[in-house]
């Protein structure tokens, strides 16, 4: 088991930056990705980025492509999450995924962060 706890959410007016903090805990030498996903009131969870544990390879939501950036800290078992020129847009709870490297679907989740971008 892999235990997830997010950290660094809050509220930011338009065009301003948060940094989502992630810490994994528990049987993460199996790691094999870890990423964030959001959820706005009345829509569906949407993926927003992902980072490859051992080679970094990235991935993002072309929403948030050249905005957002996805790093880790292998030694201290953390991903983070840099997001700039936030809109409303991206207020969402954003979740912390994590996914074992056999696995090709996240099947750890944080508890999620409020993310809340003022116009």
């Known amino acids: 088991q892999v235990q997830l706890v997010e950290s660094g959410g809050g509220l930011v007016q338009t065009g301003g930056s948060l940094r989502l903090s992630c810490k994994a805990s528990g049987r993460t030498f199996s790691t094999g990705a870890m990423g964030w996903f959001r959820q706005a009131p009345g829509k569906e969870r949407e993926f927003v980025t992902s980072?490859?544990?051992?080679?970094?390879?990235?991935d993002y939501a072309l929403s948030v492509k050249g905005r957002f950036t996805i790093s880790r800290d292998r030694a201290k078992n953390t991903v983070y999450l840099q997001m700039d020129s936030l809109k409303p847009e991206d207020t969402a709870v954003y979740y912390c995924a994590a996914r074992n490297y056999d696995d090709s679907t996240f099947n750890y989740w944080g508890q999620g962060t409020q993310v809340t971008v003022s116009s």
């Open positions: 980072i490859n544990w051992s080679g970094g390879n990235t």
